[in-house]
């Protein structure tokens, strides 16, 4: 069962050939099996995947159930899980129990779905490579002498080692898009606004955008289904209707017009990583797309901006987290200051606090035009280079990442290195537009993404361009060694 | 952009974050090449070009000023690590 995608599990459990409560036994068991060597678990939910099991299995006995009831998902940890404990990766959180459920996950409830557990991540979604959890780094199953890429690293993982069939992950300047290139599974990050941030922990609040990462796009077709849509408890979720993105993958793509930005196949690309993504645009080509060059002229700024803005809004984002209301609090404070500085001193990780300084630093007097404006007005000249490029193509192809996934410890001591791994993604959440990574082959053992860049609000268009990918390849079906 | 020791730990006052000693100058280097790298943007003239604060150009909604939650201070409260009689603990502020 754990091979198989959600759409044929959801067949399975309405043809009646297992039940929701044996499909999420089997992958507890994989999970007690094979997650101590990858990591990609904060917490197992068994007690209550089970009990949600038996729900599901009534529903679809009784006839009302939706396309994911029954079927086992898995949750970043930065999603708040009412009576589980919601870390964020952070030992700021570690004891954290939310007393609420995220948008998203209560969406997932009523979709009746079943909660194995909750995912390990880089903290507070701050990293590429899921080195800065405070749980530890998740190991990338295809070697795992790799980071599976981060922040979502745990989804990826999970996901790609048939730990689950689906996760959730969230995605600021590429967290969905680069692990699911790392471990070779299939993600989309929304047109910013799409899904509720409401109970997501907040990280860059004009940036953060939750989505689902799965191994085709007619899953994520089928888990974005359930996410998307207006929240009135988030100011900043978009009121318009939600298509229906399952219909919506069949479509031909004859004609469609693919745009290759100059920018993202310069000397910064690995020449295997090149290679591969040929020959997947050339797959697309024979679907009978056209090929065209384009430009984004200011891509090169994408990443400075994004490490003022983002740095930044977490700065006063995290600002909530004095070890008074909620959270970490240190031993014996000898007065309040010592008791802010501290609690925060001590439950931050050394990325968390460098991020914190930086935004502090660029919003602090007499910086703020320099900074923070600065960025944003670069953030207005990218979008204009992404609106240009939409009035000569539909869809935007390059790579996800500039490399496959890298050894520990690789990229840890230099931060502007570790920052570079997402070149190839962060401008796209500078202008909020939607954004996907599907697997298109492998440099050695390890799997290569390419990423498709639409239009505001054009997920069904890249889930369908994807999902047409995906019926003449197979690269979505590899599993790694030891988890097929 | 160089920021030393000095400038570190007042930033890190500023952000309410100790920062042990022997790491200040590890933050100082770190922060200092982060900001170098930030001084990119000053490659490119932005002139007139308008803020970005959100992707679609969007305000804030409004709504109408009604009460539509309820009181929820025990259920909060039990996530923080010491509460009295309803209220929040923290060290004496005045002597």
């Not at chain 1, 410890?409 to 570790?418: R, V």
Request: aromatic share 8%; net charge negative; proline share 5%.
């Amino acid at each position: 069962m754990h091979n198989s995608t959600i759409a044929q599990l959801a067949e399975g459990l309405r043809a009646g050939r297992f039940s929701s409560l044996e499909l999420t036994q089997a992958f507890l068991q994989r999970i007690e099996r094979l997650d101590p060597g990858l990591n990609c678990y904060v917490t197992v939910t068994a007690e209550q995947a089970l009990a949600e099991a038996r729900a599901a299995d009534a529903r679809l006995a009784a006839g009302n159930a939706g396309p994911l009831t029954g079927i086992p998902i898995s949750q970043k940890d930065i999603f708040c899980t009412q009576g589980v404990r919601t870390s964020c990766g952070s030992r700021m959180l570690d004891s954290f129990v939310a007393p609420y459920d995220a948008t998203v996950v209560e969406r997932f409830k009523q979709a009746g779905a079943v909660m194995l557990g909750k995912l390990n991540m880089d903290e507070f979604a701050m990293g590429s490579s899921n080195e800065t959890s405070f749980y530890g780094p998740v190991r990338n199953p295809w070697d795992t002498g790799c980071v599976p890429g981060g922040s979502s690293g745990g989804s990826a993982a999970a996901v790609a080692a048939r730990l689950t069939p689906g996760a959730t992950g969230t995605d600021t300047g590429g967290s969905i898009r680069q692990p699911a290139s790392f471990c070779g599974i299939t993600g989309i990050k929304p047109t910013y606004g799409r899904v509720s941030r409401w109970g997501m922990i907040a990280f860059a609040s004009s940036l953060d955008q939750g989505g689902p990462m799965a191994r085709t796009a007619e899953d994520c077709a089928l888990m974005l289904q359930v996410m998307a849509g207006f929240d009135e408890r988030d100011s900043t979720s978009v009121d318009r209707p939600v298509p229906d993105y399952r219909a919506a993958l069949g479509g031909s793509v004859e004609g469609l017009r693919i745009g290759l930005p100059k920018e993202f196949f310069g000397e910064g690309l690995d020449g295997e990583i090149a290679t591969v993504l040929q020959q997947a645009i050339d797959e697309l080509r024979k679907l009978g797309a056209t090929v065209h060059e384009i430009s984004l002229p200011n891509m090169g700024l994408s990443v400075p901006a994004y490490y003022v803005v983002a740095p930044a809004e977490c700065s006063s984002n995290l600002a909530r987290y004095d070890g008074v209301r909620f959270g970490y609090r240190c031993e014996a404070p000898k007065d309040l200051h010592d008791l802010y500085c501290r609690s925060r001193g001590e439950g931050f990780g050394a990325e968390v606090k460098r991020r914190i300084l930086i935004g502090t630093y660029a919003l602090s007097a007499g910086y703020y035009d320099a900074y923070y404006l600065k960025a944003q007005k670069i953030r207005r000249l990218i979008s204009e280079d992404f609106r240009k490029a939409f009035e000569q193509v539909d869809v935007i192809v390059g790579p996800t990442a500039p490399s496959v996934a890298f050894k520990f410890g690789e990229k840890t001591a230099d931060p502007i290195a570790m920052y570079l791994s997402d070149i190839y993604t962060i401008a796209v959440n500078l202008a909020g537009l939607p954004g996907m990574s599907v697997p298109v082959g492998f440099c050695g053992r390890l799997p290569v993404g390419m990423q498709l860049i639409g239009n505001y609000f054009d997920e069904a268009r890249l889930l369908n361009v994807a999902h047409r990918y995906q019926q003449v390849t197979d690269w979505q079906t590899r599993a790694p060694e030891g988890c097929a | 952009m160089s920021l030393d020791s000095e400038a570190v730990k007042r930033i890190a006052w500023l952000a309410r974050l100790s920062i042990d000693d022997d790491r200040v100058a590890d933050y100082a280097r770190d922060l200092s090449g982060i900001l170098d790298f930030v001084e990119q943007m000053n490659a490119v003239d932005t002139g007139s070009a308008m803020p970005l604060a959100h992707p679609l150009d969007q305000s804030q909604r409004l709504r109408p000023d009604e009460v539509v939650e309820s009181d929820q201070r025990e259920r909060f409260q039990q996530q923080a690590p010491a509460v009295e009689a309803g209220l929040y603990l923290v060290p004496k502020v005045i002597e």
